[in-house]
């Protein structure tokens, strides 16, 4: 009975009949970046196994990751991580019951969409692919 | 048939099992990534595009290599909850989420486990 409505039952209005707001965008963000990671995540992997396997085989990876596809995974790969920690802060302030007014919930938005930049560049400036 | 009554049908069935402490689990790790994440990015950054020697030679100390293993285990863990959470939320078939939950579970786990051995490989192997 219940399987024969199944599909046919209509459906309350759902995200797509908003109009996109800034927590909602910066917010799904979160998780595109966190999955994008599990990317990132297995080329360090990757990269970090052929350290200890061997010098030729460190050497191949090596040559993936300083060619311009793997600069852009990578730079990719710190925008991601930057976002999703700024991002994932922004929850945690949600999650102890802080931040839900829309001014300040709007402010943390670009807080944390401005700050991933910056962080970004701050740690692609560490790393010394810079110099 | 079923005689018992609905409440004894559903208690210790929903969050009031081990959802709150599961919840709890989740952020204890977000929090806990924070300063991993710090840890990890000033480990590994310098060291992305560097010749072996570095790299592995860098890698051989202790403190870093147990802050490493300390970042992998926590990291495949919060990345296994947040793709499950991922999968939960879009995939509606009960039988494709299943599967897909172990397919993660396999996935974040074998990364996990090939980093670990991959970092006590070069950290031990002085």
Request: with cysteine; aromatic share 12%; charged share 10%.
């Amino acid at each position: 009975m219940a399987n024969e409505a199944k599909g046919k039952r209509p459906l309350s209005p759902h995200l797509t009949i908003y109009r996109p707001q800034m927590s909602s965008v910066s917010s799904i963000f979160v998780r595109i970046s966190g999955v994008a990671l599990a990317l990132g995540f297995v080329l360090v992997i990757w990269w970090l196994l052929a350290a200890s396997i061997s010098i030729p085989y460190f050497e191949f990876i090596n040559g993936i990751m300083t060619s311009w596809f793997g600069a852009i995974v990578m730079v990719g790969s710190v925008w991601a991580l930057c976002y999703h920690s700024l991002g994932g802060i922004r929850h945690l302030i949600w999650d102890m019951g802080y931040g839900f007014d829309l001014k300040t919930s709007d402010r943390m938005g670009w807080c944390v969409i401005i700050g991933s930049f910056i962080f970004t560049i701050i740690v692609i400036y560490y790393s010394g692919a810079l110099s | 048939m079923n005689y018992k009554t609905d409440i004894v049908q559903v208690s210790g069935r929903g969050s009031a099992e081990t959802g709150a402490s599961h919840w709890f689990g989740e952020r204890l790790k977000s929090v806990a990534l924070i300063p991993l994440t710090i840890i990890f990015i000033c480990i590994i950054a310098p060291l992305i595009g560097a010749d072996h020697s570095t790299v592995v030679g860098s890698l051989q100390s202790p403190v870093k290599g147990f802050a490493l293993i300390i970042f992998f285990l926590v990291t495949l863990k919060h990345l296994e909850e947040g793709l499950q959470v991922v999968i939960e939320d879009y995939v509606h078939t009960r039988g494709r989420v299943l599967i897909l939950i172990k397919l993660n579970k396999l996935f974040c786990w074998t990364f996990g486990l090939v980093a670990i051995f991959a970092i006590a490989k070069i950290t031990f192997a002085a």
